[in-house]
């Protein structure tokens, strides 16, 4: 894949999210068997290898949500929710590294000043951005047209290692240290160190490494504050031609953590059928178990699971985009059901892909078998909390009983 056929996308089919849509799923679903091929790779490294983000690079998989003024593709959530499924079903990792990357692009074009926003994209070239909103530790002080960073260290940076910028979460503070909001800050990374800490059982490629600043500078034209993102405040700054700019911005924050998600579900039950015809039940007559009843009914119950999540998925999305076509804010309760969506279609696919493992026998726990891989990337992908369905069902249930939402991020 080369960098020239992106840029075919771009100056061709621009105004036509279809076509990139299409073009984008042929490159990503080609890429599938050469990232399962790259797993050992992958998980040795505990981060994506060059190899892999150049070739996401070249595809264009790494442009969706970059805008056409710079270069990008700017395609519409359902097209980044096609493609990252695409890439997560080769790799887990992969998928969510994706995700993580476009969505920090988002952020950065969708939320930042604009003077900010001039100096992420303003080379024209490969951008790639990361971040965390919440921090571990934040000790920052208020000074003379901006913030110092005196200690700060934020945990799970998905994709860092292969970003330019960093988005972190940092308190906004007055000159008295008073705490007056939570804000977003754009570092460059190479104010950024990385504790190379990212030792997990699963989505090892994603490179969540924690990172920590210290004694650092950022102006106040790098900084925004949640609580204006949070109400949408910036979605008047965009016009019709980028209403991708315009979505609400924590429905889009949790929504996309369920992508790689989908690809991971997929995978599962791809690999589940191909290995079931020369699969027996030991300790039955059934020397196939693909004859067995049982076996129907896991099949079908985890193909139902998979599919009712994704229509899940998909009914956020669109109602996303097209609020974001539309240049409104979803109500309160409405973001705050896409946060229990998000949750629950979380959850049912993690239990497709137990269904699944639970039926592959003693095989599963074969360290080298893919379906074991696949089956730890699943559980973890279901372990971020933002996805984390009891706290996102309390939050809508709440909510739906007439009580004030228990947190700020909806």
Not at 49 to 70: C, N
Not at 78 to 93: H, L
Not at 225 to 246: C, K, N
Not at 284 to 308: C, R
Request: hydrophobic fraction near 45%.
């Amino acid at each position: 894949m080369t960098l020239a056929a992106a840029t075919d996308i771009r100056s061709t089919n621009a105004s036509d999210d279809a076509s990139i849509r299409a073009d984008l799923l042929r490159r990503a679903a080609a890429m599938v068997p050469t990232l399962r091929a790259r797993a050992p790779e992958v998980d040795a490294m505990a981060r994506l290898p060059e190899s892999t983000v150049a070739e996401l690079d070249d595809a264009g998989i790494l442009d969706m949500m970059v805008p056409k003024r710079a270069g990008g593709l700017q395609a519409s959530l359902r097209t980044y929710m096609e493609v990252v499924s695409e890439i997560g079903r080769g790799d887990g990792s992969a998928g969510w590294a994706c995700a993580l990357i476009n969505v920090c692009n988002w952020m950065a074009a969708a939320c930042l000043p604009k003077a900010a926003r001039d100096e992420v994209f303003a080379s024209g070239g490969k951008v790639r951005t990361a971040g965390v909103l919440s921090p571990r530790k934040a000790v920052v002080k208020r000074v003379e047209g901006g913030y110092l960073v005196e200690e700060g260290m934020w945990g799970f940076n998905s994709g860092v290692y292969h970003a330019q910028w960093d988005l972190l979460g940092i308190p906004l503070v007055d000159e008295a240290g008073n705490v007056l909001d939570q804000g977003m800050a754009l570092f460059p990374t190479s104010d950024v160190e990385f504790l190379n800490d990212w030792d997990t059982i699963a989505l090892r490629g994603s490179g969540s490494t924690s990172v920590t600043v210290k004694n650092k500078f950022v102006p106040d034209s790098r900084v925004t504050r949640l609580s204006t993102i949070l109400a949408g405040d910036y979605i008047a700054q965009f016009g019709d031609d980028e209403a991708l700019y315009r979505m609400a911005f924590m429905p889009v924050a949790a929504i996309i953590l369920t992508f790689p998600a989908l690809g991971i579900a997929r995978a599962a039950q791809e690999m589940f059928l191909e290995k079931l015809p020369g699969r027996g039940i030991q300790y039955t007559w059934y020397e196939k178990q693909s004859e067995a009843t049982v076996t129907h009914l896991q099949a079908g119950e985890a193909s139902a699971m998979i599919d009712a999540a994704r229509l899940i998925v998909e009914r956020c999305v669109d109602e996303i985009d097209a609020h974001g076509r539309a240049g409104t804010m979803p109500g309160e309760l409405t973001r705050a059901r896409i946060r229990r969506d998000t949750g629950y279609a979380s959850k049912m696919m993690w239990d497709a892909v137990d269904i699944l493992a639970s039926a592959s026998g003693g095989s599963l726990a074969g360290a080298r078998n893919p379906f074991n891989r696949v089956w730890r990337d699943a559980r973890v992908a279901n372990l971020h909390g933002i996805v984390c369905t009891t706290t996102n069902l309390e939050l809508y249930g709440r909510m739906l009983c007439g009580q004030a939402p228990n947190t700020p991020l909806v």
